[in-house]
Each structure stands twice: as structure tokens, then as C-alpha cells.
């Protein structure tokens, strides 16, 4: 079953879970949104917290919210896994808040990872927001705009926490290392707190791995406990849509330099370089287009490399392309120009095609004029010859040169 009170009980578990602390004057980072006098400061101190979801990157400091917040509030506080429950565990849950009300006490329902519950789980959950039955506390690492249902989104506040800083790294680890009674440099602080990327999870993780293999921690350890940094990168969520992008307004501002550092970060992060190849085969339509039709030829030879080869192989073939279509000259005259005849041929629905240029297979459809008066362009004049249908004569969607 995995709803439970929280007890924040931490003796056995992670050196991360057992650090966290009790209240805010313990918590380190998101100076925006929990210093003194803030809203959500006061919500918690208040004991007067709305629904909330919390969005932001992983070891940023979400879950410790929670934490902080089961620990003060006089709420029956419930935490509840996305991954391990679905609609029946929430029955229990919304039955639970409803004595709980009954009795006049405040329910407040963790849901860690709430982006993992789909659209009719999520809707399953709402009428019970809505009619205060209890208060949602929701942890994302996902935008909410895409994760978190419209109707129910609109009924929480959303709080962003930021990436932590190597600084507030530094604190965290300090304390870490206190916990667990081992001697390490400022130095190697440093290097655990680059290591880490902004998460304070991963940072006291390496922390306690390289404790068990001794009370000294080096830098040499460090690197022999983590092969490369833990690169922030989600296959299937925004920070992969950020550096996609990023990749092509890259190439598409001719900087090739810039363009070759986001394919780096998206294959080091393991990114399918397939995926990469298909997104650079319509770049080389889409941006480069019309100015440079080698750019096409190119980018399918590179998606054929990379599925015949593979990893680590195909890498220099895809930097080669990402560098050739950042150099290259940019036309999004076809882009355009098909977006303009498609949004034609949806308004316009099915326009008739012009009798001349039909095709006459059969004798009844010779007799209908099907193909009369067409004129063979190889071997006769076909000036005048139209194309379109009557009621789009004369259009252009191509940009005279």
C-alpha cells in the first residue's frame, strides 16, 4: 500500500532523506519563494497552505517542502506515489479526507510525481480539490502546462524551485559529511557539488557512495565513484524539448559552435541518436530548404549512418551535419509555401480538378472531356495551361526571386 502518514522518521534510510530538515530555517536554497514574509512562508507557518504545485528540477528541494510541511502542519498529511498507486488507492485517501473533514480537521494529499498519473486519474482527483475535501500538495519535474490537467491546475498555485546554485551545493554537502563523519577538502566539495548539477540528491548520493569506501573522501574517489556528471537531461520531458530547441535556433542562427555543444549534451546524456538525426533531416527542409537541396541528400545519408552504425561511431557523422547545415545558407520558402497551399486545401475542401489536366483511361471519360485541350509541355507550347482549380486561379505561394 503506498499511502501512509508521513512520520519523517529518517534512522535507516538515504543520507538524503535523513538530512532533511524540520523547518524552513534549515532548508537551503529557494531564497525567492521561502524567504521570511513570502507567501508561501507565511502559508506555512500559518498552517494556512492552498494547493500547491511544486515544479522544478530534480534534488531542488520539492520533496523537502513536503517534508517541512507534514512536519508543522496540524493537517492529516498523506503522501501518495504517482508511480506505485492509481484510482483505487485514491478512493481510500478521498474517504479518509472526508471523516477527516466530518471532524473538522484539514487533509493534505502529497503526490510525488504527479506528472506520471494520467488524464483520468487526475480528473478522478479534482471534484475533491474543488470542493475542499482536501488540499493537494503535487511535486512535478515537468512543466505543469503540459503535465497537470487544465481544470485541476487552475485550482492549485503553482511554486517553481530552481536548480541550486554550487554554493548552496556546498552548504548541503558540509552538512552531509558531518552526518556521515567524514573527513573531505574544500576542494572536493567543490568538485561533488559541480559533479552533482544542481541537485542536492545526487551531491549527498555521491557523498554517502564514496563514504562507504572509506572516512577519507578524495578527489580521486570522487571520479572512481562517478564516471561524468549527472547531466540534467529527461528523454520524455521539458529540459529535452529546451535543448532540442536549442539545437536548432543554433543551427539556424548559423553557430555551429553552439549547435555542436547541444548535440554533445544530448548524446553524452544518452539521447538516441536517431531521434537526432530524424529532428536534422527536417531541419534541413524546414530552415535550410531551397537555398542548399544538398543539405537534404546529406542529412539522409547521416540518418542511414547512424542506423547501420550506431554508437559511438555515428557521432562524428551527426556533428559533421549539425556543423554543415549551421553553415548553410537558410530558406523557408517551401515551409511556407506549403503551409499556405495546406491551409488552402483544408478551408477550401475539395475543389474540382480542371477537366484538361485529368487522366482519360476509358472512352466514357473521353467523351466526358476528360484530358481535352491538355498540352504536352515536352513537345508544345503549354503557356496559358492552368493548373488549379477555377477558384484558385492565379495563386501564389511560392515568393517570386
Not at 520539492?62 to 488507492?89: M, P, Q, R, Y
Not at 466530518?102 to 471534484?127: C, M, S, V, Y
Not at 546554485?165 to 566539495?189: C, F, H, N, P
Not at 547531466?231 to 532540442?244: A, P, R, S, V
Request: hydrophobic content about 40%; glycine content about 6%.
Amino acid at each position: 500500500m503506498a499511502i501512509k502518514k508521513s512520520t519523517i522518521q529518517y534512522a535507516g534510510m538515504p543520507l538524503a532523506a535523513r538530512l532533511r530538515p524540520k523547518d524552513l530555517g534549515g532548508f537551503v536554497g529557494q531564497e525567492k519563494i521561502i524567504k521570511p514574509g513570502s507567501f508561501l512562508y507565511k502559508a506555512i507557518e500559518s498552517d494556512e497552505v492552498p494547493s500547491l504545485i511544486l515544479w522544478g528540477p530534480p534534488g531542488s528541494g520539492k520533496t523537502t517542502l513536503a517534508a517541512i510541511i507534514a512536519n508543522l502542519t496540524k493537517a492529516d498529511f498523506i503522501e501518495f506515489s504517482a508511480v506505485e498507486s492509481g484510482k483505487s488507492e485514491l478512493r481510500v485517501v478521498i474517504e479518509r479526507a472526508e471523516e477527516n473533514k466530518r471532524l473538522g480537521q484539514k487533509t493534505i494529499l502529497f503526490i510525488d510525481e504527479i506528472h506520471r498519473w494520467n488524464k483520468a486519474q487526475q480528473d478522478a482527483l479534482l471534484p475533491h480539490v474543488e470542493r475542499g475535501t482536501l488540499i493537494l500538495i503535487g511535486a512535478t519535474t515537468e512543466n505543469p502546462s503540459f503535465a497537470v490537467n487544465s481544470a485541476l491546475l487552475s485550482r492549485t498555485k503553482v511554486v517553481v524551485l530552481e536548480r541550486l546554485t554550487e554554493e548552496e551545493l556546498k552548504k548541503i554537502i558540509k552538512r552531509g559529511a558531518d552526518e556521515l563523519k567524514v573527513k573531505i577538502s574544500d576542494d572536493t566539495i567543490s568538485l561533488v557539488a559541480h559533479l552533482a548539477n544542481g541537485d542536492a540528491r545526487s551531491a549527498l548520493n555521491i557523498l554517502e557512495a564514496c563514504s562507504k569506501q572509506g572516512k577519507k573522501i578524495t578527489d580521486e574517489l570522487v571520479k572512481e565513484v562517478i564516471a561524468h556528471p549527472n547531466l540534467l537531461y529527461d528523454k520524455t520531458g521539458e529540459e529535452h524539448y529546451n535543448i532540442i530547441s536549442a539545437l536548432h535556433k543554433s543551427m539556424r542562427g548559423n553557430d555551429a559552435d553552439a549547435a555542436l555543444y547541444w548535440l554533445a549534451r544530448m548524446l553524452v546524456a544518452g539521447e538516441d541518436p536517431i531521434y537526432i538525426a530524424r529532428r536534422l533531416v527536417r531541419f534541413a527542409s524546414e530552415d535550410v530548404g531551397l537555398a542548399n537541396n544538398s543539405a537534404l541528400m546529406l542529412a539522409t545519408s547521416v540518418w542511414d549512418a547512424c542506423k547501420n552504425l550506431g554508437l559511438p561511431e555515428c557521432k562524428v557523422h551527426l556533428a559533421q551535419l549539425v556543423i554543415y547545415l549551421a553553415k548553410s545558407p537558410k530558406s523557408v520558402d517551401a515551409y511556407l509555401a506549403y503551409g499556405q497551399a495546406e491551409k488552402d486545401a483544408t478551408e477550401l475542401g475539395n475543389l474540382q480538378v480542371p477537366l484538361a489536366i485529368r487522366n482519360a483511361p476509358t472512352k466514357l471519360m473521353k467523351d466526358l472531356n476528360y484530358g481535352k485541350d491538355y498540352k504536352y509541355t515536352p513537345l508544345e507550347d503549354s503557356t496559358g495551361q492552368e493548373y488549379f482549380p477555377p477558384e484558385l486561379k492565379g495563386r501564389k505561394y511560392l515568393k517570386s526571386k
